[in-house]
């Protein structure tokens, strides 16, 4: 089967008018417009940055034909500033979330300050970049730079898995901890089918016309969110898993590999999969 691949290389589509639609979208959404957001943030301009970020993002929604499907919105609060924990599966997660009525900011990993456009719009934009290498490294990075973007107004995305294997990877408790310590509530988000969008790192596929489902859950009370934790990952990984949204994105190690460079751990609701990865790092030489 002939697929077309955009310059980068890190986009392939099935046929050459996908090709040719992607390769048009992303020349007026990845060039005038983001440059349109990068000055913006370089202004501190934030509230026009953040009805740029909300209009870029329907022009990918739109470019795609993704097809959003959105529940709870109900639960949020546009006067008030969160710490927003979403299920993770993929880059098209931030396009979902911009559908959320808040200003965000999201904690992304250093190694995409690398990538040219991108890291040209997160330098710009004060989004808070992350040394992840361990949980705890990143806590610290995390616990130094949120303060400021929850005084500012916005609300401050941090995907509580850490990772886009699946949703099987269990939550690491930074998000949880760090909202407790600033006196700030969670506003679990519960994300779905953005892994159809785009299948990048594991793939360059793009793909159009897939159903993406959003989730908003009410928030987790002022104080109480670490304690709540175990109970809202299960919850969360319940909803991602009905028959009522996109089918989630389940982690494969035979197809995906077992990420051996990344930090994470299999939520114990899985046991098999969990015993499978157990084994491989066991197997490793020390």
Do not use: N
Not at 130 to 143: E, I, Q
Not at 212 to 219: G, I
Not at 234 to 246: G, N, Q, W, Y
Request: aromatic share 8%; proline share 6%.
């Amino acid at each position: 089967m002939d697929t077309y691949r955009l310059p980068g290389g890190r986009i392939e589509t099935a046929t050459a008018r996908s090709a040719a639609r992607a390769a048009a979208g992303a020349a007026w959404l990845l060039g005038p417009h983001a440059w349109a957001m990068s000055a913006a943030g370089r202004l501190g301009a934030r509230r026009s940055l953040h009805r740029l970020e909300r209009v870029w993002a329907s022009g990918v929604c739109s470019l795609l034909d993704m097809r959003l499907d959105v529940g709870g919105l109900e639960h949020v609060d546009p006067g008030k500033s969160y710490v927003v924990a979403p299920l993770h599966e993929g880059f098209a997660d931030a396009v979902a979330l911009m559908r959320l009525p808040l200003a965000l900011r999201f904690v992304v990993r250093q190694e995409l300050v690398e990538w040219r456009v991108l890291g040209r719009h997160l330098r710009s934009t004060d989004h808070v970049v992350v040394k992840a290498k361990t949980p705890r490294t990143a806590y610290r990075d995390l616990l130094r730079k949120a303060p400021a973007v929850l005084d500012s107004g916005d609300a401050l995305v941090v995907f509580p898995q850490g990772s886009i294997l699946g949703v099987e990877v269990a939550f690491q408790m930074g998000a949880f901890r760090l909202a407790d310590r600033l006196g700030v509530a969670v506003l679990p988000v519960v994300i779905t089918g953005t892994h159809r969008v785009w299948e990048y790192p594991y793939s360059p596929q793009l793909r159009f016309g897939q159903r993406v489902s959003v989730r908003v859950l009410e928030p987790l009370r002022v104080g109480e969110a670490f304690s709540s934790a175990p109970e809202i990952e299960h919850r969360m990984k319940r909803i991602a898993l009905s028959a009522d949204v996109a089918p989630a994105r389940r982690f494969d190690p035979d197809r995906d590999g077992f990420w051996d460079g990344y930090a994470y751990e299999i939520d114990p609701v899985f046991p098999e999969l969990r015993r499978l990865v157990d084994e491989h790092r066991s197997s490793i030489p020390a």
